[in-house]
Every structure is written in structure tokens, then in C-alpha cells.
């Protein structure tokens, strides 16, 4: 149980760490809307994992008949990406707009986790063996394991929130206006990148 509970938190951490669609939007939203709204963003695997793990456990030694739907799933994570870039590039000082704006936090971290290929990838290789490893174990080897990965990885993410908000109020008029352009370029290359991804799946590169 602590070899499963120690993998976990390794994976977790580095998950929660990693440079990525997710993390540049908790950054983003905590700027603009506030710790809050970040920690949304910060918990959206929690909602979203659950089915991408079910899927994992059923189909990882079927993972090559899978491009096809990575690539789907990948190009449509580029396209919303790609909007939450430009969302980031057009936004307005917070003073002067977010109470007038919707955060929409939960549907933008859901959609942003779920149509990334990154967590689809994780647990249909290295997440569904470990687990499954686990699960052979007992059941409580693998709630260990869930326990650990989801504690660092969405932790990770709320503390990245929280340290972006203690900040947030040294940045006003044109200081947070670069911020979030730089945070939207980000965004966009991610989104990039994802299409990269997606037409590697399908073949077509």
C-alpha cells in the first residue's frame, strides 16, 4: 500500500507541476476572477477523471485502435484552448469588468481537462497499469493510489492558485493587461501544440 500511496504522490506532483493547458488556466482565472475561480479550474479533474479512468482500465491494451479518437479528442482540446487564448488577450482590468462577467470557471476547467489528451493518455498507459497493479494488490492499495495522485495533483494546482492571488494585487492597468496576454500566448501555443498532437493521431503529419 505505501509503494501505491508513494507512486501516487510522485505522479501526482509532477502532473499537478507540469506545464500545460490546465495549469495556464488556473493561473488565468485566478488573475482576473480570483482564488476562487482558480481553485475551480484547480479541482475540474475531479469531475472529469472518473469516466476517462473507467475507459482506461477497459480499453489501455487496446491503445493503438484508440488514435483515431485521440486525434478527435485532441483537435477539439486545440480549438477550445485556442479560445480561452483569445478570451485571455481581450480581457479588461478586473475593476473594470469581471463583475459584470460570468467566470464560468467550472465549465471551462471540465472542458479544458476533458478534451486534452494529455489525462487520456496518462491513464490508458501508465495510470491503468499502476492502478490495475493496485487493484491486484487490494482495494485499499488502490485507493492509496487514487488518494495520493489526486491529493498532489490537484493541490498542487490550488496552492499555484493561491500563490498567484497573494500577488495578483501588485498588478494593475497595463502591468495586468501584458500578464494575461502573456498568459494568453501561452494558452494559444498549447493550443498548438495540441493540434500537432491531434494530427499526429489521425496520421496526417
Not at 53 to 65: C, D, S, T
Not at 91 to 117: C, D, H, M, Q
Request: proline share 5%.
Amino acid at each position: 500500500m505505501l509503494t501505491a500511496l508513494a507512486s501516487g504522490v510522485l505522479l501526482g506532483l509532477s502532473a499537478g507541476l507540469a506545464p500545460g493547458p490546465l495549469l495556464a488556466l488556473v493561473l488565468a482565472q485566478t488573475l482576473r476572477h480570483g482564488p476562487r475561480e482558480g481553485c475551480k479550474i484547480a479541482l475540474s479533474p475531479l469531475v472529469t477523471d472518473a469516466p476517462i479512468i473507467l475507459v482506461a482500465l477497459g480499453v489501455a491494451a487496446k491503445l493503438n485502435e484508440l488514435q483515431p479518437l485521440l486525434g478527435v479528442v485532441s483537435l477539439a482540446g486545440g480549438t477550445f484552448v485556442l479560445y480561452l487564448a483569445w478570451d485571455s488577450f481581450r480581457t479588461v482590468n478586473p475593476e473594470a469588468g469581471a463583475s459584470a462577467e460570468r467566470p464560468g470557471s467550472w465549465f471551462k476547467g471540465i472542458l479544458t481537462n476533458l478534451l486534452s489528451p494529455h489525462p487520456w493518455l496518462f491513464w490508458l498507459t501508465v495510470g491503468a497499469a499502476l492502478l490495475a497493479k493496485a487493484l491486484g494488490q487490494s482495494g485499499l492499495a488502490a485507493a492509496a493510489f487514487l488518494a495520493g495522485f489526486y491529493l498532489l495533483l490537484v493541490g498542487s494546482k490550488v496552492a499555484v492558485a493561491l500563490l498567484a492571488a497573494r500577488w495578483r494585487n501588485l498588478l494593475a492597468g497595463r502591468t495586468y493587461r501584458w500578464v494575461m496576454r502573456g498568459l494568453g500566448a501561452v494558452l494559444a501555443l498549447f493550443s498548438l501544440l495540441l493540434f500537432r498532437e491531434g494530427l499526429k493521431h489521425l496520421g496526417a503529419i
